[in-house]
């Protein structure tokens, strides 16, 4: 078990999965807007380094995991353009947001919401192309089930690309990051999307989450044959590319 794996965004009793449903459609309507504030709309950037790393490889069919609100997904079918993306997420609050933003953009021919248990997937074994997930994969209750049920949808030589929250390792960004998350982002996160716990989550989450080599590893051990990582912006995210 990963040490993120026991943290829970509410202190009550629950497993976590339920928790994290409950947390993201707490703050559904206020995510984009802090999502973006808080990293300066450096997010923007990051997702999308990691949609262009998939560009290469043409993917027609595409899983978008932990999808939120859809930025990742709608972006992703801008670029790509692939012919069919699913979204899937356990939060339909977050997933309503993403509805709405994809039908105005006139995307709903593309992209399709669905509601999935990121850790036993509905999909067959073999069926996209390409599979992502930005930010996400932090809150898997089980992460090394997440990222093989990630490796078994994903067709023969498919490729993975995520991006994730990660602490930074060296000086001053190491310490400069540690006052930021511990101080100012819970604080106006709670003031703006009103829940006291989503950002002392978050907090904590990052700090606990294996990245860099570690994470390299846990991908291999989930069945990709080929992994690598890159650090983005003095380490404060992650960008880790897999094959099948």
Not at 203 to 227: D, H, N, S
């Amino acid at each position: 078990m990963y040490k993120q794996e026991t943290i829970k965004p509410y202190a009550q009793q629950g497993d976590k999965a339920s928790q994290v449903e409950q947390m993201f459609d707490n703050i559904a309507p206020t995510y984009d807007q802090l999502n973006h504030r808080l990293s300066w709309n450096i997010d923007r950037g990051w997702r999308r380094k990691a949609i262009k790393a998939l560009a290469p490889h043409k993917p027609q069919t595409m899983l978008d995991i932990a999808t939120g609100t859809g930025d990742f997904a709608i972006l992703a079918a801008q670029m790509l353009h692939p012919k069919a993306l699913i979204g899937a997420d356990i939060s339909e609050g977050m997933m309503d947001v993403g509805r709405k933003k994809v039908e105005r953009l006139g995307l709903s021919d593309v992209i399709k919401f669905q509601r999935e248990d990121c850790l036993a997937l509905s999909y067959p074994d073999a069926t996209f192309d390409a599979v992502t997930a930005a930010f996400g994969i932090r809150n898997f209750q089980d992460l090394d089930r997440g990222l093989a049920e990630m490796c078994r949808v994903l067709k023969k030589g498919g490729h993975l690309s995520i991006v994730e929250l990660t602490e930074p390792v060296s000086f001053p960004m190491k310490q400069l990051f540690h006052v930021y998350s511990h101080t100012f982002l819970p604080l106006y996160g709670r003031l703006i999307s009103h829940d006291k716990s989503a950002y002392n989550y978050l907090t904590a989450t990052i700090e606990a989450f294996p990245q860099g080599e570690r994470m390299v590893e846990i991908l291999q051990k989930a069945g990709f044959a080929e992994a690598s990582f890159r650090r983005l912006t003095f380490g404060i995210c992650t960008m880790y590319l897999a094959k099948k």
